[in-house]
Antibody, heavy 120, light 110 residues
Framework: EVQLVQSGAEVKKPGESLKISCKASGYSFTGSWIAWVRQMPGKGLEWMGFIYPSDSDIRYNPSFQGQVTTSVDKSLNIAYLQWTRLRTSDTAIYYC?????????????WGQGTMVTVSS | EIVLTQSPATLSLSPGERATLSCRASQSVSGKFYLAWYQQKAGQAPRLLIYDASNRAPGVPARFSGSGSGTDFTLTISSLEPEDFAVYYCQQRNNWPPLTFGGGTKVELK
């Protein structure tokens, strides 16, 4: 079964750092882009960026450029999203999703989401 | 940036009724418009329904259909089942970055 399993919920203070993960299984991890999508409380979906695990080619949404960093560990089939200094406005659910070339690069498999709460 | 505007914001319907959801793009593109539709139920991750405006994703029931071209796209649910009450998002990848989503349409029980 193709799956993306994300790390658990996090509660952090403003200014702290954080790295969340997305573990892929059931398919060739290096063969598909992995995207990150933010959903703030009660709001819609926002594309943050994506990474191609084979060569770590990365494309960011200009709105998130410099705010977050994505990376992968090919040996573990894991993609990461990290912040160096969290803000209260980073409170949201973060999803990873696979882009499927066979389905015109639509997001066909999603992780369950990681809830990040940033509060003093 | 292509802005996607979904309407209505909320659709109140009963099981068995037909749902028609609209997604309008702020600009047209030459050639194919890569538009997808997703369903998100409360507390769950989104699920891909339609890609390339009109192709059903694997495992998606036939009551879901997508259509449209240019700047106007439609998701139709021919006969609502109880499990179809959810929020629906359209998304484009023609002109990126950024890849954009619409604001969503909530289909609620009347």
């Amino acid at each position: 079964e193709v799956q993306l399993v994300q790390s658990g919920a996090e509660v952090k203070k403003p200014g702290e750092s954080l790295k969340i993960s997305c573990k892929a299984s059931g398919y060739s991890f290096t063969g598909s882009w992995i995207a990150w999508v933010r959903q703030m409380p009660g709001k819609g979906l926002e594309w943050m960026g994506f990474i191609y695990p084979s060569d770590s080619d990365i494309r960011y949404n200009p709105s998130f450029q410099g705010q977050v960093t994505t990376s992968v560990d090919k040996s573990l089939n894991i993609a990461y999203l990290q912040w160096t200094r969290l803000r209260t406005s980073d409170t949201a659910i973060y999803y990873c999703a696979r882009l499927n070339k066979e389905l015109s690069f639509a997001f066909d498999v999603w992780g369950q989401g990681t809830m990040v709460t940033v509060s003093s | 940036e292509i802005v996607l505007t979904q309407s209505p914001a909320t659709l109140s319907l009963s099981p068995g009724e037909r749902a028609t959801l609209s997604c309008r793009a702020s600009q047209s593109v030459s050639g194919k418009f890569y538009l997808a539709w997703y369903q998100q139920k409360a507390g769950q991750a989104p699920r891909l329904l339609i890609y390339d405006a009109s192709n059903r994703a694997p495992g998606v029931p036939a009551r879901f259909s997508g259509s449209g071209s240019g700047t106007d796209f439609t998701l139709t649910i021919s006969s609502l089942e109880p499990e179809d009450f959810a929020v629906y998002y359209c998304q484009q990848r023609n002109n990126w970055p950024p890849l954009t989503f619409g604001g969503g349409t909530k289909v609620e029980l009347k």
